[in-house]
């Protein structure tokens, strides 16, 4: 007896119109790939009037043919399932974020076959990203009242310091001094503002160890190679790539280091900041070590916040920067110990993306 063939399980009274109120994209494919039936939804949002006969490939991108759509089916051969979220790329229309659910099914009888089911959630995604402006825009309210008084406090000095250098012309170079200083305060911290505002997106690329230790050993050069060493770098040569923007990384880096040093200058400490990276098959795991007075435990929730500092004339946006950066690049800032050694480590995932879209796993 000739099996029974996939697509005659769509003949059944009623379930053709059934489908096409779904609203979501449903279609029955072969295990190659070859669309069997689709319903309505599916040829709206593939802007097809009928896609009985074409493949699914062809709405993958290029790349996405050659890894992701062959590890789909490898996970189907395997498991007989799989969800995830992958592009595709309607002919006559624009991309697209669908949410997928392959099920790969073997009816006795009959032949196997594949039951696909998307939906676009661009607008979803879309959602996400207002959402987490909108938590920047409510982080940055929270700090106008910070702002104001970091601003106003050095405009009240220059402003007395102006009137006195108005009333005792001949203390004009200890006055002018003292405006420069301040002058210069207002600059860094409008800087620093700047910097934390206009963030620039990242650009991921896959990146070895060598491009985010190159710069920060010429910027602390001095600290590096003195004759009492204020800092050690310790990392393996070989280091698995990873995928990350290195200019970025090496801000938040510098700006954890910078803490460090300053904390065990402060100190007077003789021993050294400790800068180390390790990396497995997961991540890869940069550290700061330092023997500074490390931090008390009722401030472990603030010093991240923006303009928290412990330290007499700093504007204490420097970790702020550094943990806005590293949730920017998928990764996290942590404090692993807080007293001798106080340690501060920054996390990222080898790659952001998931495996399936970026290995051959057959």
Same mark, same amino acid.
């Given at each position: 007896?000739?099996?029974?063939?996939?697509?005659?399980?769509?003949?059944?009274?009623?379930?053709?119109?059934?489908?096409?109120?779904?609203?979501?994209?449903?279609?029955?494919?072969?295990?190659?790939?070859?669309? &069997?039936?689709?319903?309505?939804? /599916?040829?709206?949002? &593939?802007?097809?009037?009928?896609?009985?006969?074409?493949? $699914? !490939?062809?709405?993958?991108?290029?790349?996405?043919?050659?890894?992701?759509?062959?590890?789909?089916?490898?996970?189907? #051969?395997?498991?007989?399932?799989?969800? @995830?979220?992958?592009?595709?790329?309607?002919?006559?229309?624009?991309?697209?974020?669908?949410?997928?659910?392959?099920?790969?099914?073997?009816? !006795?009888? /009959?032949?196997?076959?594949?039951?696909?089911?998307?939906?676009?959630?661009? =607008?979803? #995604?879309?959602?996400?990203?207002?959402?987490?402006?909108?938590?920047?825009?409510?982080?940055?309210?929270?700090?106008? /009242?910070?702002?104001? =008084?970091?601003?106003?406090?050095?405009?009240?000095?220059?402003? @007395?310091?102006?009137?006195?250098?108005?009333? =005792?012309?001949?203390?004009?170079?200890?006055?002018?001094?003292?405006?420069?200083?301040?002058?210069?305060?207002?600059?860094?911290?409008?800087?620093?503002?700047?910097?934390?505002?206009?963030?620039?997106?990242?650009?991921?690329?896959?990146?070895?160890? #060598?491009?985010?230790?190159?710069?920060?050993?010429?910027?602390?050069? $001095?600290?590096?190679?003195?004759?009492?060493?204020?800092?050690?770098? *310790?990392?393996?040569?070989?280091?698995? /790539?990873?995928?990350?923007?290195?200019?970025?990384?090496?801000?938040?880096? +510098?700006?954890?280091?910078?803490?460090?040093?300053?904390?065990?200058?402060?100190?007077?400490?003789?021993?050294?900041? &400790?800068?180390?990276?390790?990396?497995?098959?997961?991540?890869?795991?940069?550290?700061?070590? *330092?023997?500074?007075? +490390?931090?008390?435990?009722?401030?472990?929730?603030?010093?991240?916040?923006?303009?928290?500092?412990?330290?007499?004339?700093?504007?204490?946006?420097? &970790?702020?920067?550094?943990?806005?950066?590293?949730?920017?690049?998928?990764?996290?800032?942590?404090?692993?110990?807080?007293? !001798?050694?106080?340690?501060?480590?920054?996390?990222?995932?080898?790659?952001?993306?998931?495996?399936?879209?970026?290995?051959?796993?057959?």
């Amino acid at each position: 007896m000739e099996p029974q063939r996939a697509k005659d399980f769509w003949t059944i009274p009623h379930l053709v119109n059934i489908l096409d109120l779904v609203k979501a994209g449903v279609m029955l494919l072969t295990l190659e790939g070859e669309i &069997l039936y689709a319903n309505r939804q /599916a040829g709206d949002l &593939l802007y097809e009037e009928k896609l009985e006969g074409k493949n $699914l !490939q062809q709405f993958f991108e290029e790349q996405d043919r050659r890894l992701f759509w062959r590890n789909i089916m490898a996970f189907l #051969k395997k498991e007989g399932v799989y969800e @995830g979220e992958g592009f595709l790329v309607p002919r006559g229309g624009e991309g697209f974020v669908a949410q997928m659910h392959f099920l790969r099914y073997e009816p !006795q009888g /009959a032949e196997p076959f594949v039951v696909f089911t998307f939906q676009n959630v661009a =607008h979803l #995604k879309e959602l996400e990203r207002s959402l987490k402006e909108a938590r920047h825009l409510a982080f940055l309210g929270r700090m106008l /009242a910070d702002i104001s =008084h970091h601003i106003r406090n050095p405009i009240l000095v220059v402003g @007395g310091l102006a009137r006195r250098l108005k009333e =005792h012309p001949e203390r004009a170079r200890e006055y002018a001094s003292a405006l420069v200083y301040q002058c210069e305060r207002l600059e860094h911290l409008l800087q620093a503002l700047e910097r934390f505002v206009f963030l620039p997106t990242p650009r991921f690329r896959p990146v070895e160890i #060598k491009e985010v230790m190159e710069p920060l050993e010429a910027r602390y050069r $001095l600290e590096i190679t003195g004759e009492r060493p204020e800092l050690v770098m *310790d990392y393996p040569v070989f280091l698995p /790539a990873f995928y990350t923007d290195p200019e970025l990384l090496v801000e938040a880096l +510098g700006e954890i280091i910078q803490n460090a040093l300053e904390a065990h200058q402060a100190a007077g400490q003789t021993q050294p900041v &400790l800068f180390r990276v390790r990396g497995d098959e997961k991540q890869i795991s940069f550290s700061v070590e *330092d023997q500074g007075e +490390g931090l008390k435990v009722d401030t472990l929730s603030f010093i991240f916040n923006p303009f928290f500092t412990t330290k007499p004339g700093h504007f204490g946006m420097g &970790l702020t920067l550094a943990s806005r950066i590293a949730e920017e690049l998928s990764g996290q800032i942590q404090v692993v110990n807080t007293y !001798q050694p106080t340690i501060f480590e920054l996390l990222l995932p080898l790659d952001r993306r998931r495996p399936e879209r970026r290995l051959l796993l057959l």
